[in-house]
């Protein structure tokens, strides 16, 4: 058998494809066009894991396919190389973070090359690169410099609106913006100084500066996202995070909530993954009502129900412990109750607020409101399960029907007025059913069925002037700014109060340099430490940009990205277009997929793009879990026993590193040097080896259970690598991690070598293929194209294992089957595929040879098998033409010597022929 050397092999190919730039790719209007893209990777110190690449291996094979059968391939990579660990790592060493980030993305790139992806390097772009977050910062201006006009369901020119303010006003514009928006004439507006106009404009621009409650963590002295705080506290370093109202630069994607609604139904995503956006978006249809707060006739407490005609059993108000109103509602005699309350409230998160039903918790204010419906007084409470960013903050309770409400007045002792009048007991939440109708006591709902009671009672209070039918989403305006200084810098600097944007011909606003990345004395973010760094003396915005500000956009920028003059070219835009294929994780679906949804609408809106959804199909892949094995240590000994013994001692299992442990079978001369307190290990073991027990988990540095792709690559190759991780199972599917199984994948490819090969000798013969070859083949073609169109990996490499053997046993070594076999192979194993095509004479890349055509006349049977059965015992078999007639089929069957030999020359009584099946003789 010849010897394949993967590692020389696939070296001298990379190095090959670098050299000669095999993937890069150029707009060609003579080819059609396939955009596939993995989703933005951010490059940590720890560098891949086996789990990382699963969803690039899946896109690249597709890459490779698209480019077989014609198409021109977009397939980039860069790097989100913005965010907090790089900052935290360079407060902790005083090091740069640029240069930890470009020491990690140097560490990704070398594992990324020797997994042999088709990336078109030329287009690597990387989010702190200055001449990335220019453009990143030019997008920023057209938001500072637009609003949502909603008749025209289109983001404008903010210079349209300022047209119109001075004309006539704002009395008879209909756009998003601030709810307290106040109503102007255009001689007001004229005579408005230039802050007074700046504000009233920040109230409508699609990005804007507001006073917003926010996670700040004081310890990181930074604003943190929802997902970045975990029971209370920071996911990285487990510092307390509390709530807290500060001046923040805020994105209006609220403007945008029913398009981002509309545009699910256009686009192939999973239903899951929709169906999490709807819920973020959080549409509902409802009533805005007015409550008065008793002896303060001037304030107006604004609820939103999607149940206005539930409003007879309120019997609370509950509000947010963020809101503003509280300090004016707070009685003297509640002051010192509702201040410790709120001081506990603020250090949770909304997430788990919105999570934790157990909870009960609250403290009443002292104020009491009227109930607009029936003129009388309910209390007002402060409740964390109200959240200030969800509605206006405030809740109208009717505990007859909500469970939280329920629960929270059972716990206060708090009245629950039954859903029938009169029925004289309170009733379990639990027990209402709103199908059955409207509970409460209102004459004129009584008996109605839920949505005609709804729309009468929002007639009713519209009729009244005590509030008005509305449309409500759950869906936040984004925080856009970070207290950091790893991150794009805001291009904005403040004069006289008033935020003004840079001159477009003076980006890129580059970070400056600082003495430390801690935020400074006095508390201002740490770009507060710069000197020298300021717009014409006057101050620049010291926030910086989110993380999911350069990955809002990144896609577009791969289509163009050493374009100095425009983000990317119109002509590179209208070709590329949307991205084809999208392959990334789950995660991401109310964030970066939202955030990006959102960026494209607006630029599409601005006329800078002739598409309006970034992404035509999305795949989520699974997640590989690891698997960790277990030693068995005898409790207060440093002895350890072998799995299957493990129960007739006093033992405590502990994780062990994976990379010693073949088989499940412990390396124990490795496990001695693994730890300094192990190296006078004592072992009990099974037939001298040690077993070690085993559990599927996910893979963390904690369990030992981390598998770098690098030391699989080298004892096994990145084909190998590349086939088993798609040998696992779906793409989309969970599933662990189990070196056990790669030596099959090992070995097939080495089987697959050996098809060009006498001995040592390549040898592949120019004859005509047999029916038998052409079957194997085209039964291949079959099977990998049907799976490739439809993105399923996993079973394709089981069909290359069983035409391996199939040809094998037929010793074929025909070129007409061999050849096409490569390319069939070669989005799976690339490495592999080259060094075949070149050995076949080859003189060009096998990503530019023509895909294999299928051809179904090589799969029609022209022989069929008949099994004789007598009597219902099989006695006897014919082959014949798949041509003949049963008649025919039955004079061949019976004139067999076996067939003869067992009916001793009697006549049967019936002759049953099943085409294509069986035949039945019966004596």
């Known amino acids: 058998m010849a010897e394949y050397n993967f590692r020389a092999t696939e070296k001298k190919w990379q190095q090959i494809w670098k050299d000669q730039q095999t993937y890069k790719a150029g707009i060609d209007t003579s080819k059609p066009k396939f955009y596939t893209l993995d989703m933005f990777p951010y490059p940590s110190g720890a560098g891949l894991h086996v789990g990382h690449p699963l969803g690039y291996i899946g896109s690249d094979i597709v890459a490779r396919y698209k480019k077989l059968k014609g198409f021109n391939v977009l397939h980039p990579i860069?790097?989100?190389?913005?965010?907090?660990?790089?900052?935290?790592?360079?407060?902790?060493?005083?090091?740069?973070?640029?240069?930890?980030?470009?020491?990690?993305?140097?560490?990704?790139?070398?594992?990324?090359?020797?997994?042999?992806?088709?990336?078109?390097?030329?287009?690597?772009?990387?989010?702190?690169?200055?001449?990335?977050?220019?453009?990143?910062?030019?997008?920023?201006?057209?938001?500072?410099?637009?609003?949502?006009?909603?008749?025209?369901?289109?983001?404008?020119?903010?210079?349209?609106?300022?047209?119109?303010?001075?004309?006539?006003?704002?009395?008879?514009?209909?756009?998003?913006?601030?709810?307290?928006?106040?109503?102007?004439?255009?001689?007001?507006?004229?005579?408005?100084?230039?802050?007074?106009?700046?504000?009233?404009?920040?109230?409508?621009?699609?990005?804007?500066?507001?006073?917003?409650?926010?996670?700040?963590?004081?310890?990181?002295?930074?604003?943190?996202a929802n997902d970045e705080v975990v029971n209370g506290v920071s996911e990285r370093g487990g510092f307390p995070v509390e709530r807290k109202l500060m001046k923040q630069w805020m994105m209006r994607i609220t403007a945008y909530a029913e398009r981002l609604l509309a545009g699910l139904e256009e686009i192939d995503f999973s239903e899951s993954l929709k169906e999490m956006q709807r819920n973020w978006i959080g549409k509902s249809k409802g009533c805005a009502l007015h409550f008065k707060v008793d002896g303060q006739p001037e304030l107006d407490l604004e609820v939103f129900t999607t149940r206005v005609d539930t409003s007879f059993g309120v019997t609370f108000m509950t509000i947010a412990p963020e809101h503003e109103l509280i300090s004016t509602l707070t009685t003297e005699a509640q002051k010192e109750e509702v201040e410790a309350y709120v001081e506990m409230a603020k250090n949770r998160s909304e997430r788990e607020r919105m999570a934790d039903v157990k909870t009960i918790s609250g403290a009443f204010t002292g104020a009491y409101a009227i109930n607009p419906f029936n003129g009388k007084r309910i209390p007002i409470w402060i409740a964390d399960y109200v959240l200030a960013g969800y509605g206006t903050g405030i809740v109208m309770a009717v505990p007859c029907s909500d469970t939280r409400d329920n629960a929270f007045a059972k716990h206060f002792n708090l009245p629950i007025i039954p859903v029938q009048e009169g029925a004289g007991t309170d009733i379990n939440a639990d027990d209402f059913d709103p199908k059955k109708g409207t509970m409460i006591n209102s004459d004129f709902l009584n008996g109605m069925a839920v949505p005609e009671a709804i729309e009468a009672a929002i007639n009713f209070v519209e009729e009244k002037g005590i509030g008005q039918g509305k449309i409500n989403y759950r869906l936040r305006n984004a925080v856009f700014s970070r207290q950091r200084y790893w991150g794009e810098p805001v291009p904005v600097y403040f004069e006289n109060g008033i935020p003004k944007l840079m001159k477009e011909s003076e980006l890129p606003l580059e970070l400056p340099s600082i003495d430390e990345y801690k935020p400074t004395a006095t508390g201002e973010p740490p770009l507060g430490r710069a000197t020298d760094w300021n717009y014409n003396g006057k101050q620049y915005e010291l926030s910086t940009m989110p993380g999911w500000a350069g990955s809002s956009w990144y896609f577009l920028r791969y289509m163009d990205p050493h374009n100095e003059e425009k983000f990317a070219d119109a002509e590179a835009l209208k070709y590329w277009n949307q991205v084809d294929l999208y392959v990334g994780g789950a995660e991401h679906a109310v964030g970066h997929l939202l955030y990006s949804r959102f960026w494209t609408k607006f630029l599409f809106d601005m006329g800078f793009l002739n598409f309006e959804e970034p992404f035509k199909k999305l795949i989520n892949q699974g997640m590989i879990q690891g698997r960790s094995n277990f030693v068995y240590r005898v409790k207060g000994s440093n002895k350890f026993v072998s799995f299957g013994l493990r129960k007739e001692y006093d033992v405590d299992p502990l994780h062990v590193d994976v990379n010693i442990v073949s088989n499940d079978i412990l390396d124990t001369e490795a496990f001695k040097a693994w730890r300094p307190d192990f190296a006078d290990a004592e072992f009990i073991l099974e037939e001298g080896k040690y077993h070690c027990g085993s559990e599927v988990e996910k893979m963390s540095k904690s369990k030992y259970n981390v598998v770098n792709p690098d030391d699989i690559i080298e004892k096994y190759g990145s084909d190998t690598f590349r086939m088993y991780e798609m040998f696992l199972g779906p793409l989309e599917q969970f599933k662990p991690w189990n070196t056990n199984g790669i030596d099959g994948v090992y070995k097939f490819l080495r089987k697959f070598y050996n098809l060009f090969h006498e001995g040592d000798e390549f040898k592949v013969v120019d004859e005509a293929a047999t029916k038998a070859e052409l079957k194997a083949l085209h039964a291949t073609i079959k099977k990998i194209t049907h799976d490739l169109d439809n993105y399923v990996f996993n079973t394709s490499v089981s069909q290359f294992m069983i035409v391996t053997n199939e040809l094998q046993a037929l010793k074929c070594r025909k070129r007409e089957i061999l050849e096409q076999?490569?390319?069939?192979?070669?989005?799976?194993?690339?490495?592999?595929?080259?060094?075949?095509?070149?050995?076949?004479?080859?003189?060009?890349?096998?990503?530019?040879?023509?895909?294999?055509?299928?051809?179904?006349q090589y799969l029609v049977e022209d022989e069929k098998l008949y099994p004789i059965m007598i009597n219902g015992k099989k006695r006897a078999e014919i082959k014949v033409a798949a041509t003949l007639s049963k008649d025919e089929i039955q004079k061949i069957a019976l004139e067999q010597e076996a067939v003869i030999r067992w009916t001793e020359g009697k006549a049967p009584k019936k002759v049953i022929v099943v085409p294509n099946k069986i035949v039945n003789i019966v004596l």
């Open 78 to 224: 860069g790097f989100d190389s913005f965010g907090l660990p790089a900052e935290q790592y360079a407060i902790q060493t005083g090091q740069h973070p640029a240069k930890t980030t470009d020491e990690n993305i140097a560490r990704y790139k070398e594992q990324l090359a020797n997994i042999g992806f088709s990336f078109d390097w030329d287009k690597e772009v990387r989010t702190s690169d200055a001449s990335y977050y220019k453009w990143t910062q030019w997008i920023f201006m057209q938001l500072f410099n637009a609003y949502y006009d909603t008749d025209a369901d289109k983001a404008k020119s903010i210079d349209s609106l300022v047209a119109i303010f001075a004309k006539e006003g704002n009395a008879k514009v209909n756009a998003s913006c601030d709810e307290d928006t106040p109503v102007f004439s255009a001689e007001e507006w004229n005579a408005y100084d230039e802050k007074e106009q700046s504000d009233l404009l920040l109230k409508y621009r699609l990005t804007y500066l507001a006073d917003a409650v926010v996670n700040w963590c004081p310890e990181l002295g930074t604003v943190l």
């Open 821 to 856: 076999l490569v390319v069939l192979i070669a989005p799976y194993a690339p490495h592999i595929a080259e060094e075949l095509w070149a050995k076949l004479g080859h003189e060009t890349s096998v990503t530019v040879a023509t895909y294999p055509a299928f051809n179904e």
